[in-house]
């Protein structure tokens, strides 16, 4: 789902809540960007949504987390995050030896921290990602989890920027 700005700004609430839904299901977060409108430019849309993502909640953050799939499986499903999952995946393309070691990494993840690891895939090689995901399981739950909610905000700008045309 993509809508132009002057579309978002007189959108009613619900149709702008959900292209922005779509880019992190945090509900705090969504009602907030879609009552900042009108935005002059899709610039000040995705900078008043980082505002707004600063900070999450760990509750938030959780909510959020759960909808995302792992980092090397493609995204189930016709709806719209679905969707700019595969899109942001897109470029990770893996041999079977990359593909084993972040199903592997992926699995030590979240027996360590109880949730999937996030990263901004979009620009990103497989390899890139499996070395952020080797380096990451070393860190202690509190450190990941501010290295997650932010790259969760990384995610839900570029998706917002992507959304609004």
Sequence with gaps: MAMELTDFNTAPADQAAELVRACA???RWVEA???GRPYASIDEAVDAAQQRANPWTD????SALARHP???ERAQGEHTDAQMS???QSGVSADADTQTRLTEGNAAYE??????FLIRA????????LDSLEQRVTHTP?????????????IAALRLRGALS
């Design 59 to 62: 509750a938030e953050v959780d």
């Design 33 to 35: 960007v879609v009552a």
């Design 142 to 154: 509190d450190h990941e989890r501010r290295i997650a909610a932010e790259q969760l905000r990384e």
């Design 86 to 88: 595969r899109r942001e």
């Design 25 to 27: 299901h945090v509900e």
């Design 111 to 116: 027996a360590k921290f109880g949730h999937v």
């Design 122 to 129: 979009a620009g990103r090689s497989a390899e890139e990602i």
């Design 70 to 72: 792992r980092i090397g």
